[in-house]
């Protein structure tokens, strides 16, 4: 089982950027592939990023150009660097671990809710 916890959130201005981290620990398999997706009160689950073990990321459209996913494999952390934030990008974060085949399926997986290991999250709130 493997222990996720984020950090990084926080309040911005529209057009600021946040760093978002997610330290894991414990036992994960090496083919898993890591993301983050976001869930915003009366708003379906998004799934924001994925990145796999070649290092292939995948993002949602919505954020495309905007955020970059980054892992540093010794130090076991993932990254999420968003840019250029938005009111609408206002949600609470996870990070989530989840087996995969690529990172395009990934994303897909976790906008499915299909995953057994994800953290507590971190609250980012942009205001206009």
């Known amino acids: 089982q493997v222990q996720l916890v984020e950090s990084g959130g926080g309040s911005v201005q529209s057009g600021g950027s946040l760093r978002l981290s997610c330290a894991a620990s414990?036992?994960?398999?090496?083919?898993?592939?890591m993301g983050w997706f976001r869930k915003a009160p009366e708003k379906e689950r998004e799934g924001v990023a994925v990145?796999?073990?070649?290092?292939?990321?995948s993002y949602a459209d919505s954020v495309k150009g905007r955020f970059t996913i980054s892992q540093d494999n010794a130090k076991n952390t993932l990254f999420l660097q968003m840019n250029s934030l938005k009111p609408g990008d206002t949600a609470m974060y996870y990070c989530?671990?989840?087996?995969?085949?690529?990172?395009?399926?990934?994303?897909?997986?976790?906008?499915?809710?299909?995953?057994?290991?994800w953290g507590q999250g971190t609250q980012v709130t942009v205001s206009s």
């Open positions: 989530a671990a989840l087996p995969c085949m690529t990172s395009v399926q990934a994303l897909s997986d976790i906008t499915k809710g299909h995953f057994e290991n």
């Open positions: 414990g036992r994960r398999s090496s083919s898993d592939c």
């Open positions: 990145i796999a073990n070649d290092g292939s990321t």
